[in-house]
């Protein structure tokens, strides 16, 4: 998959996908109001200010919802069927789309909504490739 | 009522389904000639044409957005205005409003809204990837894989996890939408039946979503004539359709930002509606909602008020919203049995509710008696709820 980014974005988007690599998780903060903020923003969508940096995100959230891949996927995505993608919410009041490891069965149906989820990196050569964060059932 | 009141006076629509033979530009200048001699108008009454973009094809968005169509039609130099609103599949709601503004103020008189898409005859991987590419943050979120089908499924468990609704329940909304489809000669699926058994039998797509509850891609062509009510009573209408009430939300643009999945903005944008209308939704006799997929619409039945909160499924499971049942909803089959033709499934829906209300629906569909419709669009990942309360009434 193309890892092509927006003209000028790469200011706002590589400290984030630079944490990813590393194994870890942030998410953007005002320090202007000291909020919060997911995904990140260009200005705070709260006060408006650009105070805006990365801070390490929550790595325990709660399952809004999820989809199983099964058939057919988004070009480039061909080679992780099945897959599970989730909206997760974040102490702080963020959310976001995660990818989901598969529970011990090897698939999704130990997941459920408003259950517990924590955050545990996939390796770099996958968050080179698709960064986003990756979060599974706890241990 | 005042003789500026905005009113629907006449309609045009192509079938539904897989027409390769059917060049776009020849499905938009046919139903707009369909729907212009509808309305008992001639093509160079139109002074004003708002467009329902495509999304097959940039060319053809392109062609639509540097007034092809009025060349095509043969209206050089007698158009005052032609331009494309967009909101996906919410665009019919919000090109509707902006007719109704126009005419209303005096900005135009006769308004020509105009609809054509070839998804079903377009690569459908190619559709695939361009729907996956729109309305999901490309830099954050589209890195999960996210898929179409994913964002109805996503709407899908929240929805089936609020409301105890079983797979079989969801299943007899695909259901209900195929037996309306069987009364329309105009659906993708006018003449092949459904069962809840064989929608359980398919393959699971995205869990919970399986192969015969996702929107088939098709093409599709409709048109609409709005006028002032003081014009259609000149025109000798004696039924026309008046906007009654509308009222919307824009949710989110990443679905991944709804905070309310299995809900999304459909319990904000109707009250406003209702209360301009004067009726309730205890009022309606049909409905027409966005339904790409079965959760959509029964988040958009329940928040529009025409359930109980987490009744809808096992309501279509008990047929309440099927051919003879309580509500009729959906009467032409929905996205999800009369064709998904983009942007233009909130478009066949709205112009369903028209044809319902001014009585022309055809003796097995027609809802006897049908005077006030609640139409819903949503476009994008569902990003907004909007809402058009519809009234047939005497010009
Ligand atoms: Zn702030």
């Known amino acids: ?7 000028g974005m790469d200011a706002l988007t590589e400290p984030y996908r630079e944490a990813l690599r590393r194994g870890e998780f942030v998410v953007q903060h005002c320090k202007a109001c000291n909020r919060d903020i997911m995904y990140p923003r260009h200005l705070c969508p709260f006060c408006y200010e650009d105070d805006l940096s990365f801070t390490p995100g929550a790595t325990t959230g709660i399952l809004h919802s999820f989809a199983v891949h099964r058939v057919g996927s988004p070009s480039g995505f061909e080679d992780q069927l099945p897959y599970a993608v989730g909206i997760i919410k974040l102490e702080g009041d963020v959310q976001f789309l995660a990818r989901l490891w598969p529970d011990a069965e090897g698939d999704w149906g130990q997941y459920e909504l408003d259950g517990e989820v924590v955050f545990r990196a996939a390796d770099a050569d996958e968050m080179a490739e698709r960064p986003v964060p990756w979060f599974g059932l706890p241990a | 009522m005042s003789d500026t009141e905005p009113v629907f006076i006449g309609f045009g629509e192509q079938p539904s389904g897989r027409y390769p033979n059917r060049p776009f530009m020849g ?6 000639a369909a729907a212009v001699k509808d309305a008992d108008l001639t093509m160079g009454e139109i002074d004003t044409i708002l467009l329902i973009p495509c999304l097959h094809s940039p060319a053809d968005q392109a062609d639509l957005v540097f007034s092809r ?3 095509e039609l043969g209206l050089n130099k007698k158009v005052k205005a032609q331009y494309m609103v967009h909101s996906g599949g919410s665009t019919s709601d919000n090109t509707i409003r902006t007719a109704a503004g126009l005419i209303e103020s005096g900005q135009a008189k006769n308004v020509l809204v105009l609809q054509a898409e070839k998804w079903g005859s377009a690569p459908v991987k190619e559709m695939i990837d361009m729907l996956t590419a729109n309305g999901i943050p490309r830099e954050w979120e589209k890195q999960s894989g996210v898929s179409f089908n994913a964002v109805g499924a996503l709407i899908q468990q ?5 409301s105890g609704s079983t797979p079989a329940d969801m299943a007899s909304v695909c259901v209900a939408l195929r037996d309306w489809a069987n009364l329309n000669p105009n659906a993708m699926y006018k003449d092949k039946k459904l069962t809840v058994e064989q929608v359980l039998g398919s393959k699971m797509v995205t869990d919970p979503i399986r192969a015969f509850e996702c929107p088939m891609l098709a093409d599709g062509a409709c048109a609409l004539v709005l006028t002032s009510r003081g014009n259609a009573r000149k025109l000798g209408k004696d039924r026309v359709v008046r906007i009654a009430g509308e009222g919307g939300c824009v949710s989110h643009y990443s679905i991944g930002q709804e905070r309310e999945v299995g809900k999304l903005g459909w319990e904000i944008a109707g009250p406003a509606a209702y209360e301009a209308a004067g009726w309730g939704p205890e009022d309606a006799d049909i409905a027409e909602i966005y339904d790409s997929y079965a959760a959509v619409l029964t988040s958009g039945i329940e928040g529009l008020g ?3 909160k987490g009744e809808a499924a096992r309501m279509f499971a008990r047929g309440e919203f099927s051919p003879g049942g309580r509500l009729p909803t959906n009467t032409n089959g929905g996205l999800l049995s009369a064709g998904h033709t983009g942007v233009g499934g909130g478009t066949a829906l709205l112009t369903e509710g028209v044809r319902q209300l001014l009585g022309r629906a055809g003796p097995e569909r027609q809802v006897e008696g049908a005077t006030r419709a609640v139409c819903g669009g949503s476009g994008g990942t569902y990003m907004d709820s ?3 309360l519809l009234e047939g009434v005497s010009a």
Not at chain 1, 1 to 7: A, Q, R
Not at chain 2, 27 to 32: A, I, M, P, T
Not at chain 2, 158 to 162: A, D, G
């Open chain 2, 27 to 32: 499905d938009l200048v046919r139903v707009g």
């Open chain 2, 69 to 71: 169509v009025v060349e």
């Open chain 2, 158 to 162: 929240r929805y089936m996890h609020e």
């Open chain 1, 1 to 7: 998959m193309s890892s092509s980014n927006d003209i």
């Open chain 2, 386 to 388: 909007q809402v058009l």
């Open chain 2, 306 to 308: 025409l359930a109980p």
